[in-house]
């Protein structure tokens, strides 16, 4: 034997893609993402230095700590009703609900536990963070008998998205296919200029729409648990408040950008959130859209400034490491403005903090 053994043809999912669009033809996108990303987080824990990305909770405590707060101080102004739900989807390590549980307990909110988690991996390192959760698929076995406060950080742009293209004879959806080896994108056979909107239908040669036929399935479910047992939700990811044209997908590995068709099941693959869209399905079913902010702007009106002085007064040994934190959480180059935190309402509870004038 010499260097690295061949990828087991079998568990490879590159070569049960190629196999596939070999014998079948081109897949769409959203399958290709789809189950890249299911098979990428069943298959590690990739969240932190050691792995491929960072997110804001894994950054500072008070990222979760702030949105704990928050969800507290909606809670206890709608009269702090019990039981009630935590429901955090896509908890990663588990690092946001421990801490935002942890500063919502000082103000007496003791909510149970609800995570939506697919990964395995990722439910065993969730387990140690926040013993005594209760795990699900989906949001569908989630108890309908209490309001819910609901956190989705970094989960909806791990979603599959589907990308229509405008060719010559009209919108297509983009296909991956095959060049040798290589996956490369083609143009679907079938005509989608049905799937556009009235607006963007007889748009130049070339512009392409991206949707998250996903996440607007998960904003519909969110909204409807909303509107039938009460409560607010906070979604907060990178994307923009207006639908934009243009490709979004990206893939990360090792805290690198890489190329989507490189490895697939092996590298993050996301897109960013159309929060525009997930606001008005959110609104069609009688919940309130708060507003949809940059998150700098949000975590400062929460009070991150105040907190991290606090924090570094105490530990004065790490206040340099509280100030970096701080700044890569709120900084216009930095998260500030690329990440946005949408909430949510249902009708008859208070408006959250950070939104007055969005
Ligand atoms: N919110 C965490 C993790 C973000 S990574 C943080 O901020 O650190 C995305 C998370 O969503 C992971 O926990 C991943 O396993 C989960 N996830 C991705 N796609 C999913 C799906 N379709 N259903 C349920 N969980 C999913």
Redesign the pocket.
Same mark, same amino acid.
């Given at each position: 034997m010499n260097g690295e053994a061949e990828p087991d043809p079998d568990t490879n999912l590159g070569a049960v893609f190629r196999r596939l669009i070999r014998n079948t033809g081109p897949i769409s996108l959203a399958q290709f993402m789809?189950e890249s990303? +299911?098979r990428y987080? %069943?298959s590690r824990d *990739?969240?932190g230095r050691g792995g491929d990305f960072v997110? /804001? *909770? @894994?950054i500072s405590q008070m990222f979760g700590e702030l949105i704990g707060l928050w969800l507290a101080d909606v809670w206890i102004r709608a009269g702090r009703e019990e039981p009630v739900l935590y429901v @955090? !989807? $896509? *908890?990663?390590?588990g690092?946001?609900a421990k801490d935002a549980l942890r500063a919502g307990a000082r103000y007496g909110f003791a909510p149970e536990v609800h995570f939506?988690? +697919? %990964?395995q991996a !990722?439910r065993e390192v969730q387990e140690q963070a926040v013993p005594g959760a209760t795990w699900h698929?989906?949001l569908s076995t989630v108890p309908q008998d209490a309001p819910l406060l609901l956190v +989705?950080?970094?989960?909806l742009d /791990?979603?599959p998205v589907r990308q229509l293209v405008r060719a010559a004879e009209g919108w297509r959806e983009r296909m991956v296919a095959l060049a040798g080896e290589e996956f490369v994108f083609a143009a679907g056979r079938q005509p989608m200029d049905a799937a556009v909107p009235d607006e963007w239908r007889d748009a130049p040669q070339g512009t392409l729409l991206e949707t998250s036929p $996903?996440a607007a399935a998960v904003a519909y479910e969110i909204a409807g648990r909303l509107a039938d047992q009460g409560g607010a939700a906070l979604v907060i990811d990178y994307g923009s408040a207006e639908l934009r044209p243009g490709s979004t997908l990206q893939a990360v590995r090792a805290h690198e950008k890489v190329d989507p068709f490189a490895a697939p099941g092996e590298a993050?693959l996301t897109a960013h959130v159309d929060f525009a869209t997930l606001a008005k399905i959110a609104q069609a079913r009688g919940v309130r859209h708060l507003g949809t902010v940059g998150q700098g702007r949000w975590l400062q009106a929460l009070g991150i400034d105040a907190r991290a002085e606090a924090l570094a007064k105490r530990a004065p040994h790490y206040a340099q490491e509280i100030e970096a934190a701080r700044h890569r959480l709120v900084a216009d180059d930095q998260m500030g403005t690329l990440f946005k935190v949408a909430a949510l309402a249902a009708p008859g509870w208070p408006d959250g903090v950070g939104f007055e004038e969005a």
């Amino acid at each position: 034997m010499n260097g690295e053994a061949e990828p087991d043809p079998d568990t490879n999912l590159g070569a049960v893609f190629r196999r596939l669009i070999r014998n079948t033809g081109p897949i769409s996108l959203a399958q290709f993402m789809g189950e890249s990303n +299911a098979r990428y987080y %069943s298959s590690r824990d *990739p969240i932190g230095r050691g792995g491929d990305f960072v997110t /804001a *909770p @894994e950054i500072s405590q008070m990222f979760g700590e702030l949105i704990g707060l928050w969800l507290a101080d909606v809670w206890i102004r709608a009269g702090r009703e019990e039981p009630v739900l935590y429901v @955090e !989807l $896509g *908890p990663g390590r588990g690092t946001l609900a421990k801490d935002a549980l942890r500063a919502g307990a000082r103000y007496g909110f003791a909510p149970e536990v609800h995570f939506v988690e +697919a %990964s395995q991996a !990722l439910r065993e390192v969730q387990e140690q963070a926040v013993p005594g959760a209760t795990w699900h698929s989906d949001l569908s076995t989630v108890p309908q008998d209490a309001p819910l406060l609901l956190v +989705a950080n970094e989960f909806l742009d /791990a979603l599959p998205v589907r990308q229509l293209v405008r060719a010559a004879e009209g919108w297509r959806e983009r296909m991956v296919a095959l060049a040798g080896e290589e996956f490369v994108f083609a143009a679907g056979r079938q005509p989608m200029d049905a799937a556009v909107p009235d607006e963007w239908r007889d748009a130049p040669q070339g512009t392409l729409l991206e949707t998250s036929p $996903g996440a607007a399935a998960v904003a519909y479910e969110i909204a409807g648990r909303l509107a039938d047992q009460g409560g607010a939700a906070l979604v907060i990811d990178y994307g923009s408040a207006e639908l934009r044209p243009g490709s979004t997908l990206q893939a990360v590995r090792a805290h690198e950008k890489v190329d989507p068709f490189a490895a697939p099941g092996e590298a993050d693959l996301t897109a960013h959130v159309d929060f525009a869209t997930l606001a008005k399905i959110a609104q069609a079913r009688g919940v309130r859209h708060l507003g949809t902010v940059g998150q700098g702007r949000w975590l400062q009106a929460l009070g991150i400034d105040a907190r991290a002085e606090a924090l570094a007064k105490r530990a004065p040994h790490y206040a340099q490491e509280i100030e970096a934190a701080r700044h890569r959480l709120v900084a216009d180059d930095q998260m500030g403005t690329l990440f946005k935190v949408a909430a949510l309402a249902a009708p008859g509870w208070p408006d959250g903090v950070g939104f007055e004038e969005a």
